[in-house]
Structures are given as structure tokens and as C-alpha cells.
């Protein structure tokens, strides 16, 4: 058996072949079922069973793009509607407080 040292740590390597193990080296696009084995001939023996990697999908990415676009869309909005300027604040207070009281007896 040989031994690698790592800087985190070891790595042992069996003086037996992949197919020792009753094992098949799996692709490098491959994932096995089991944990690998680091055989004399190869670190991807898998004495499981060797099948397509799932393919990553940058969804993580697309939501904070998807985010992103929502977040401008509102600034956007918010910027663009008319401001109140404060006359006409104080102008619909007026109006409010200085209608009449209907006061029937």
C-alpha cells in the first residue's frame, strides 16, 4: 500500500488494481453509486455502478438575475410617478376643513 501526504491530509493508495475490487473506472463526467476507490490503476474505481453526472443548473443564478430585474422594475416605478408637491397638500386640507358643516336640527 502506498501513502501520499496532502496538505489536508492523506491519501492511500491500494497496491490492487480496479478490477481487483471487482470494480470499473467510471469518466470523469461519471459519478458511481459508491464511494470511489483508489486503486493502483486508477482513483475513480467504483465498485458500484457508473452513471451520467446530473448536469449543474445555474438556478441560483437566474433567481437573483430574476430579483434583480423585479427590484429595478419597482425603483423604476416608484421613480416615475408624479411627486405631491406641498401646496397641493396643503390645498386638500383646506378644502377638507373648510367646507361647511351640514348642521340640521
Known amino acids: ?4 501526504n496532502i496538505p489536508n491530509g492523506s491519501v492511500v493508495i491500494e497496491n490492487k488494481t480496479c478490477s481487483y475490487f471487482n470494480g ?8 458511481c ?5 483508489n486503486a493502483k490503476d486508477s482513483s475513480r474505481c467504483c465498485t ?3 452513471s ?8 441560483g443564478l437566474a433567481l437573483i438575475g430574476l430579483a434583480a430585474i423585479i427590484l429595478i422594475i419597482f425603483l423604476l416605478s416608484r421613480l416615475k410617478k408624479p411627486k405631491k408637491e406641498m401646496k397641493n397638500y396643503i390645498e386638500e386640507i383646506e378644502e377638507k ?3 361647511k358643516p351640514n348642521l340640521k336640527k
Do not use: L, N, Q
Open 1 to 4: 500500500m502506498r501513502h501520499f
Open 48 to 50: 458500484g455502478k457508473c
Open 97 to 99: 376643513y373648510s367646507a
Open 52 to 59: 451520467p453526472a446530473a448536469e449543474k443548473k445555474p438556478v
Open 33 to 37: 453509486s459508491t464511494p470511489f476507490k
Open 24 to 31: 470499473t473506472i467510471c469518466k470523469i463526467s461519471e459519478k
